[in-house]
């Protein structure tokens, strides 16, 4: 599957987790992009069978889909979580990156990251060194 499509499918579970009926003008909104786009991408999507799209009613994602999509949402999280709380990015700079860095297919990545952020989490000394560290260089760059 493309990163585009698995953006549109990102866009749809969010749409799934609010517990929505979600419809194409939705997912427009949310993936802020054209109505042809969406049309197309729920085609792929179905052919995936990761969606059901009941053309000019609703779109269901199917238990494969909400499997895939809770997979990449998840992904998607934690990259965006550790370039917040962490890395200290600003909330579009973090989106951006995490949006490019989530395609990443690699689960030693990813559970790398993870491990990163427990101990962090359970070392909060060291985040708060970690995090004084980078701010100094940040400024040495500046």
């Given at each position: 599957?493309?990163?585009?499509?698995?953006h549109?499918l990102?866009?749809?579970?969010?749409?799934?987790?609010?517990?929505?009926?979600?419809?194409?003008?939705?997912?427009?909104?949310?993936?802020?992009?054209?109505?042809?786009?969406?049309?197309?991408?729920?085609?792929?999507l179905?052919?995936?069978?990761?969606?059901?799209?009941?053309?000019?009613?609703?779109?269901?994602?199917?238990?494969?889909?909400?499997?895939?999509?809770?997979?990449?949402?998840?992904?998607?999280?934690?990259?965006?979580?550790?370039?917040?709380?962490?890395?200290?990015?600003?909330?579009?700079?973090?989106?951006?990156?995490?949006?490019?860095?989530?395609?990443?297919?690699?689960?030693?990545?990813?559970?790398?990251?993870?491990?990163?952020?427990?101990?962090?989490?359970?070392?909060?000394?060291?985040?708060?060194?970690?995090?004084?560290?980078?701010?100094?260089?940040?400024?040495?760059?500046?």
């Amino acid at each position: 599957m493309t990163e585009n499509l698995e953006h549109y499918l990102i866009a749809i579970y969010k749409l799934y987790l609010q517990n929505k009926i979600i419809q194409v003008r939705d997912i427009t909104n949310e993936a802020e992009v054209k109505h042809s786009s969406v049309i197309s991408a729920l085609k792929r999507l179905e052919s995936y069978d990761y969606i059901e799209y009941i053309k000019h009613s609703h779109i269901n994602l199917t238990q494969k889909g909400i499997i895939k999509a809770s997979k990449l949402y998840k992904r998607k999280y934690i990259m965006n979580k550790f370039l917040l709380d962490f890395l200290n990015f600003s909330e579009k700079e973090a989106d951006e990156v995490s949006c490019k860095i989530e395609h990443i297919n690699s689960k030693n990545f990813l559970n790398s990251i993870e491990l990163l952020e427990s101990f962090f989490e359970e070392n909060e000394n060291y985040k708060i060194e970690f995090q004084k560290h980078l701010k100094s260089i940040n400024l040495k760059e500046e």
